[in-house]
């Protein structure tokens, strides 16, 4: 079991900045990968950014260039910098880490945070 807790999150107008940290417990070495997604009203939960255990990082199109993940692999925590807002990444921002165990056969379990609001005024 993994537990993951974010926090960061706030209101900041169109252009502003903010820094989303997510601090995970638990059985953190079986963790292979960690991010965020997010969630707007009325929409489906979608993949904001990853990074693997190696350091390989993934962004949606639609904030690549404006957002940084990183991770401090001695704080078990992953950080999402957050830079030229815009109105569209007002949404529930989730924490995520996958894990990797075998139990015969390799197999992936998903963690998720509390969730943390952003919200972008223009």
């Known amino acids: 079991q993994v537990q993951l807790v974010g926090s960061g999150g706030g209101l900041v107008q169109a252009g502003g900045s903010l820094r989303l940290s997510c601090a995970a417990s638990?059985?953190?070495?079986?963790?292979?990968?960690m991010g965020w997604y997010r969630q707007a009203p009325g929409k489906q939960r979608e993949m904001v950014a990853l990074?693997?255990?190696?350091?390989?990082?993934a962004y949606a199109d639609s904030v690549k260039g404006r957002f940084t993940i990183s991770r401090d692999n001695a704080k078990n925590a992953v950080y999402l910098q957050m830079n030229s807002l815009k109105p569209e990444d007002t949404a529930i921002y989730y924490c995520?880490?996958?894990?990797?165990?075998?139990?015969?056969?390799?197999?992936?379990?998903?963690?998720w945070g509390q969730g943390t609001q952003v919200t972008v005024s223009s």
């Open positions: 638990g059985s953190i070495v079986n963790i292979t990968a």
């Open positions: 995520y880490a996958q894990t990797k165990l075998y139990v015969g056969v390799y197999k992936n379990y998903d963690y």
């Open positions: 990074i693997t255990s190696s350091g390989s990082t």
